[in-house]
C-alpha cells in the first residue's frame, strides 16, 4: 500500500477520506458551497498538518475542475479572464511571505465578508466588475494560502455576479477555485511539501469527487433558483458562523 496511502495514513483512514471526498463535491454540486470547508475539517483531524492545506487544495483543484467541465456552457469566460490573473498575483504575494498571518484575524474577516455578501445590500456593479473580481481574485487566493477557507468567501461573490442563477453560481464558482487552487501546488512545491507521497491518495480521492460532482448535479437540476439560494445563504451563514466559533476559540 506504500504507493498508494502515505506511511501517516491508516488504510481505513484512507478509504475514509476518499469516501469524504465523493460526498463532499456532491454536497457542493447540489447546493453550491459547503462541500470544501466539510472536507477540510474532515483532513484537519485525520492527517499531519503540514499536509492538511496543500493536499486539500490538490484535491480541490481536480474537484472543481471536474465540476467546471460538468457545467462548461454556464460557465462566463470574462469573469474567469478578470479572476485568474488577480488570483496570480495573490498567490504570488503570498509566496512572500515566510511567516503565519494571525489566523483569528483572517477567520473573523472572512466570516464577515460571507455574512455581508449574504444579507447585506446588493454590491454596486463596479464592484461586481473586472475591477472588483480582479481584486477579489487577489485578495481571496492570498488569504486561502494561509487559512485554506475562502472558498464560502469566493461563492458569495460568485452568487452575487450571476443573480442568484444555480447553474451560473456553480459553474462559475467551480472555474474560480480551480484557478485559485492551481498555484498552491507551485507555491508548497518551492516551500519544499513533497506531494509525491501523496498522489495516490489524492488521485483516489479527486476520482471519488467527480462521481459525486456527478451526483450533485443530479440534484441541482431538480431545485428551483429560489430555493437554491435560500439553502445557499443558509449553508454560507453557518459556515461565517463556525469561522467565527473558531476564531474566538483560538
Not at 494571525?102 to 454596486?124: D, H, M, R, V
Amino acid at each position: 500500500m506504500e504507493w498508494l496511502l502515505p506511511a501517516e495514513i491508516a488504510p481505513w483512514m484512507g478509504v475514509f477520506l476518499v469516501i469524504a471526498a465523493g460526498f463532499t463535491s456532491a454536497i457542493t454540486a447540489s447546493i453550491g458551497v459547503g462541500g470544501g470547508v466539510l472536507l477540510l475539517a474532515i483532513m484537519a483531524i485525520a492527517m499531519p498538518p503540514a499536509a492538511v492545506i496543500p493536499v486539500h487544495g490538490m484535491v480541490q483543484l481536480g474537484s472543481n475542475f471536474n465540476r467546471a467541465v460538468m457545467t462548461l456552457q454556464h460557465i462566463d469566460w470574462k469573469l474567469l479572464a478578470t479572476f485568474t490573473p488577480g488570483a496570480m498575483l495573490g498567490a504570488l504575494l503570498a509566496s512572500q511571505f515566510l511567516v503565519q498571518l494571525p489566523l483569528s484575524a483572517l477567520q473573523l474577516s472572512i466570516a464577515g465578508f460571507i455574512l455581508f455578501l449574504c444579507w447585506g445590500p446588493k454590491i454596486p456593479p463596479v464592484g461586481l466588475g473586472r475591477v472588483g473580481t480582479f481584486i477579489a481574485g487577489v485578495i481571496t487566493t492570498f488569504i486561502s494560502m494561509f487559512a485554506g477557507a475562502t472558498g464560502p468567501l469566493v461563492a458569495a461573490f460568485v452568487k452575487q455576479q450571476q443573480n442568484g442563477d444555480r447553474f451560473l453560481t456553480v459553474a462559475n464558482f467551480a472555474a474560480c477555485m480551480s484557478v485559485q487552487h492551481l498555484p498552491k501546488a507551485l507555491v508548497f512545491g518551492a516551500a519544499g511539501f513533497v506531494f509525491n507521497e501523496w498522489l495516490g491518495l489524492m488521485l483516489l480521492m479527486i476520482i471519488s469527487g467527480a462521481i459525486g460532482t456527478w451526483f450533485g448535479l443530479k440534484v441541482l437540476k431538480t431545485l428551483s433558483n429560489k430555493r437554491f439560494g435560500l439553502i445557499f445563504n443558509l449553508i454560507l451563514t453557518v459556515l461565517a458562523f463556525r469561522l467565527i466559533w473558531q476564531a474566538v476559540a483560538n
